[in-house]
């Protein structure tokens, strides 16, 4: 059984920063970092992250997938009741094209405070969505200055300790470091109610199998967790009170994470920033049918969805489906 001392533990945490920070600074596509600066234009927040599908295989005619963490969320440029919704209840999502090197790139931002972001990935919280998304690979494609850069960071090794520590109680009582990580995003994938299929899970690990794998020993021994190894073959050393109270941990998650996720979406239809363009584009891209958007549909494109939904009955987007 490996029983971490302090000696190993501080090691372990050690290995998992480096690894960590070395995935934030590889490089990424031109355009990426293109969109950013323009997106940005005068504003100074800490720093902006790269994640998602675009990131895992590089699209420019898709959606990328960025968060903007600031010092304050009146540091960025939102209406007072948006400001306030994202107080509330964070993340505020935006939608935003731009022409970049001749084509429109497109991307969806949410914007979090430092603070936010700190209780989103410490062990108190009871929101999924953002420990569990940057546990995995991210790029952190522009950042204000290197104490920035370290406050990111700590929050990212806090939202894969957190990953490593539930993957230890949702996953099996022996497997591999593999079977550890398919069953914790399955779970972190049903609290939010995503929509994806169930190869979602393994297609997170598809070409960064070798970094989880290293991640998840190490998270385990950071965070004195005892488990036994043989070959690939890993046995967490939970207490039966232990495993109980994530359990338990986890069911009210769970359930949380269904009333955060309609409660998120209620919101969007006030606060998603460019909402009924994405609509829009999402409809072109698949069907190829123009959706015409006037000035309050842009703003607040849930609240119209029924006029949406008629206008594109009169397009025939419902006949050609059918």
């Known amino acids: 059984m490996s029983q971490s001392s302090p000696t190993d533990r501080t090691a372990a945490a050690g290995r998992v920063a480096h690894l960590l920070a070395h995935d934030l600074v590889q490089p990424v596509a031109p355009f990426v970092t293109q969109f950013v600066t323009r997106l940005l234009g005068d504003a100074r927040p800490l720093g902006v992250i790269f994640y998602g599908s675009a990131l895992r295989a590089p699209d420019p005619d898709g959606i990328l997938d960025f968060y903007v963490i600031v010092e304050h969320l009146e540091d960025w440029t939102s209406g007072y009741l948006s400001r306030e919704a994202n107080r509330i209840l964070p993340p505020n999502v935006e939608y935003h094209e731009l022409p970049i090197g001749g084509r429109t790139i497109r991307a969806k931002v949410a914007i979090l405070s430092i603070a936010q972001f700190r209780r989103m990935t410490g062990r108190a919280t ?47 009582a022996q ?36 970094r989880y794998r290293r991640l998840l020993p190490d998270v385990w021994r950071a965070d004195g ?46 606060t998603f920033e460019g909402g009924a363009r994405y609509i829009a584009w999402k409809i072109r891209r698949h069907s190829g049918i123009e ?32």
């Open 225 to 270: 967790l005892p488990f036994r190894s043989e070959g690939d073959q890993l046995t967490p050393q939970l207490t039966p009170e232990l495993r109980r109270k994530m359990y338990e941990g986890w069911w009210l998650r769970g359930r949380l994470g269904r009333v955060l996720n309609v409660s998120r979406l209620f919101k969007g239809a006030f």
């Open 291 to 322: 959706l015409p958007l006037g000035p309050f549909s842009e703003r607040h494109p849930l609240v119209c969805l029924p006029y949406l939904l008629w206008k594109l009955r009169q397009a025939g987007f419902f006949r050609r489906r059918g």
């Open 126 to 172: 009871l929101d999924t969505t953002v420990w569990a998304r940057f546990c995995q690979p991210v790029r952190l494609v522009w950042v204000r200055e290197p104490d920035a850069a370290d406050a990111i960071l700590a929050c990212i090794i806090r939202a894969v300790g957190q990953a490593g520590r539930w993957a230890a109680a949702l996953g099996p």
């Open 175 to 210: 497997g591999t470091a593999d079977d550890y990580w398919l069953a914790l995003f399955a779970h972190t994938y049903g609290a939010e109610l995503r929509v994806e299929n169930g190869r979602r899970p393994r297609s997170l690990l598809q070409g960064q199998e070798a």
